[in-house]
């Protein structure tokens, strides 16, 4: 008996192996066929561009590194305003973001006109292009000509990045609220908890740990956007870009630029990609 059960362990143990060296070699062969496509793909696209009958001008113009070089140091410079801004935009995106989103979710009848307001606002700002908000906040408000109001441009155009983007993340916020079971906020009251405190204890902490995948894809596109402040006048990193291109008729200055908003941009994408595989995509 005990040589039976040992002939049949040893059997399973043979049958494991087997399976695993065979999934070692689909995973090689896989990889060997990503690698060669991969190649065949990205060489061809390669030698198309290199090819083609415009790629010295478009190398001259687009790609100069004595232009590169000249205009990089400025441009990095001027960066920080867009780092700058981005951070204290974020945190304002965050924090009216979910002011609105708990308005929306309030069930009081007495909060309804606030729930309305609310749902306008946004209906409205989530329907503006936020280039065109830019242009009528920066522009518009130093026109009422009210005193007390800011008419520093950088101040306006974080202002409108603030009003559009809230907007989005404070559907993104209702999103998580709503995904929350209700027996959740009905058990934290049954043992004791308020309203309030059901909702800051149990059902928030849930809604945002939900939503931190979309609301960190809300802020790579903010990012990027704090570009569009460069309409009224900011001399951020794309507006500096913009002056050296017109300047020397080279193109070059804008994809300094780009390099680095990619720099910022590219990490933060993998740090999305990283947070769904770990997830998967329950996060959402």
């Given at each position: 008996?005990?040589?039976?059960?040992a002939g049949?362990?040893?059997?399973?143990?043979?049958r494991?192996?087997?399976r695993?060296?065979?999934?070692?070699?689909?995973?090689?062969?896989?990889?060997l066929?990503?690698?060669?496509?991969?190649v065949v793909?990205?060489g061809?696209l390669a030698?198309?561009?290199l090819?083609?009958?415009?790629?010295?001008?478009v190398?001259e113009?687009?790609?100069?590194p004595?232009?590169?070089?000249?205009?990089?140091?400025?441009?990095l410079?001027a960066?920080r305003?867009?780092?700058a801004?981005?951070?204290?935009?974020?945190?304002?995106?965050?924090?009216?973001g979910?002011v609105?989103a708990?308005?929306?979710?309030s069930?009081?009848p007495?909060l309804f006109?606030?729930r309305l307001l609310?749902a306008g606002?946004?209906d409205?700002?989530?329907g503006i292009?936020?280039?065109?908000?830019?242009?009528l906040?920066?522009f518009g408000?130093?026109?009422?000509g009210?005193?007390?109001?800011?008419t520093d441009p950088?101040?306006?155009?974080g202002?409108?990045l603030a009003?559009?983007y809230?907007?989005?993340?404070?559907e993104?916020?209702?999103?998580g609220l709503?995904?929350?079971?209700k027996?959740?906020k009905?058990?934290?009251?049954?043992?004791?908890?308020d309203e309030?405190q059901?909702?800051?204890f149990?059902?928030l902490?849930?809604a945002?740990?939900r939503?931190?995948?979309?609301?960190?894809n809300?802020?790579?596109a903010l990012?990027?956007?704090?570009?569009?402040?460069a309409i009224?006048g900011?001399v951020?990193?794309?507006?500096?870009a913009?002056?050296?291109?017109?300047?020397n008729f080279n193109?070059t200055?804008l994809l300094a630029a780009?390099l680095?908003?990619?720099?910022?941009?590219v990490?933060?994408?993998r740090?999305?990609d990283?947070m769904d595989?770990t997830t998967g995509g329950k996060?959402?």
């Amino acid at each position: 008996m005990e040589a039976v059960k040992a002939g049949k362990a040893y059997e399973v143990g043979t049958r494991r192996e087997a399976r695993r060296a065979a999934r070692k070699r689909m995973d090689r062969r896989g990889a060997l066929i990503a690698f060669v496509s991969s190649v065949v793909v990205l060489g061809g696209l390669a030698a198309l561009i290199l090819t083609s009958p415009g790629w010295p001008d478009v190398r001259e113009t687009f790609f100069s590194p004595s232009a590169f070089a000249d205009s990089f140091p400025e441009i990095l410079k001027a960066f920080r305003i867009d780092v700058a801004m981005f951070l204290v935009v974020e945190v304002i995106v965050l924090i009216w973001g979910l002011v609105v989103a708990l308005v929306r979710t309030s069930s009081g009848p007495a909060l309804f006109p606030l729930r309305l307001l609310a749902a306008g606002y946004c209906d409205i700002f989530r329907g503006i292009p936020t280039i065109l908000l830019v242009y009528l906040v920066g522009f518009g408000i130093p026109a009422l000509g009210l005193s007390g109001v800011p008419t520093d441009p950088i101040i306006l155009g974080g202002f409108a990045l603030a009003l559009s983007y809230g907007a989005y993340v404070s559907e993104v916020y209702r999103a998580g609220l709503l995904s929350v079971h209700k027996g959740q906020k009905d058990a934290a009251l049954a043992i004791g908890l308020d309203e309030r405190q059901s909702l800051r204890f149990v059902v928030l902490p849930q809604a945002v740990r939900r939503v931190i995948p979309p609301l960190l894809n809300d802020f790579i596109a903010l990012q990027k956007d704090v570009a569009l402040v460069a309409i009224l006048g900011v001399v951020e990193a794309f507006r500096v870009a913009q002056i050296d291109a017109a300047a020397n008729f080279n193109y070059t200055p804008l994809l300094a630029a780009a390099l680095l908003y990619l720099i910022i941009t590219v990490p933060l994408a993998r740090v999305l990609d990283r947070m769904d595989l770990t997830t998967g995509g329950k996060a959402k």
